[in-house]
């Protein structure tokens, strides 16, 4: 799948089981499967558009959901990655809103199939795609915001060492209402001297 000379884009990242790279057509029913199993587990995180989970996240949705992230990652405004662990599509990765130049800098958001969770694979998925944005992809600054009471998704960027920097009041429309989030962020000389964050994550799991 060529996308045009995007900085970093397309491109496959890897480490062991955990593999990160850009979606294909054909991954409509994995996606699909994974997206249902896990209504009760992601459907109180994420903003959705209204209707019935079943068809949001259908195989036919998938098309729909491809296609934008496909035109996103040509645009260079994002890099949308299927994260697959043992071969297995088991969450989704994206670096988004992509702002170059002077601000050089993008949104990092991140799911996990419950059935996968507890093995280190979104912190790991999160450490390669913020090394791969620090070097080949040229950003410097990667931010994350999450709700308060999402303590699972608070504790991958806490393992990998994000500050928590902001507080964002009423930040967005989430399950019906708007939801206050917490802000973290990381810079490229922040983990410039251990060696990158794949690095830093690999000594806190030792």
Same mark, same amino acid.
């Not at 068809?55 to 996103?72: F, I, L, P």
């Not at 170059?100 to 790991?124: K, L, N, Q």
């Given at each position: 799948m060529?996308?045009?000379s995007t900085p970093g884009w397309p491109a496959v990242l890897a480490d062991g089981p955990v593999v990160l790279r850009?979606?294909?057509r054909s991954d409509g029913r994995a996606w699909s499967e994974?997206? #249902?199993?896990?209504?009760?587990?992601?459907a109180p995180w994420e903003s959705a558009p209204p209707g019935p989970w079943s068809e949001m996240n259908s195989t036919r949705a998938y098309g729909y959901v491809y296609q934008d992230m496909r035109r996103a990652a040509r645009k260079g405004e994002s890099m949308p990655f299927a994260v697959l662990y043992e071969d297995r599509l088991v969450g989704h990765l994206n670096l988004g809103n992509i702002v170059r130049r002077a601000? /050089? /800098?993008a949104y990092a958001g991140y799911w996990v199939d419950h059935r996968a969770a507890g093995r280190g694979v979104i912190p790991t998925a999160l450490a390669l795609a913020v090394d791969h944005a620090f070097g080949p992809g040229g950003l410097h600054? #990667?931010?994350v915001n999450i709700r308060p009471?999402?303590?699972?998704s608070r504790r991958v960027v806490e393992k990998l060492g994000f500050r928590e920097e902001a507080y964002h009041q009423r930040?967005?429309?989430i399950d019906g209402t708007w939801r206050d989030h917490l802000g973290y962020a990381l810079t490229s000389e922040? #983990?410039?001297a251990e060696g990158g964050l794949m690095a830093r994550w690999r000594r806190v799991r030792a």
């Amino acid at each position: 799948m060529m996308l045009g000379s995007t900085p970093g884009w397309p491109a496959v990242l890897a480490d062991g089981p955990v593999v990160l790279r850009p979606y294909k057509r054909s991954d409509g029913r994995a996606w699909s499967e994974v997206r #249902i199993a896990n209504q009760k587990w992601l459907a109180p995180w994420e903003s959705a558009p209204p209707g019935p989970w079943s068809e949001m996240n259908s195989t036919r949705a998938y098309g729909y959901v491809y296609q934008d992230m496909r035109r996103a990652a040509r645009k260079g405004e994002s890099m949308p990655f299927a994260v697959l662990y043992e071969d297995r599509l088991v969450g989704h990765l994206n670096l988004g809103n992509i702002v170059r130049r002077a601000f /050089s /800098s993008a949104y990092a958001g991140y799911w996990v199939d419950h059935r996968a969770a507890g093995r280190g694979v979104i912190p790991t998925a999160l450490a390669l795609a913020v090394d791969h944005a620090f070097g080949p992809g040229g950003l410097h600054r #990667i931010e994350v915001n999450i709700r308060p009471e999402n303590h699972p998704s608070r504790r991958v960027v806490e393992k990998l060492g994000f500050r928590e920097e902001a507080y964002h009041q009423r930040y967005m429309h989430i399950d019906g209402t708007w939801r206050d989030h917490l802000g973290y962020a990381l810079t490229s000389e922040e #983990i410039a001297a251990e060696g990158g964050l794949m690095a830093r994550w690999r000594r806190v799991r030792a």
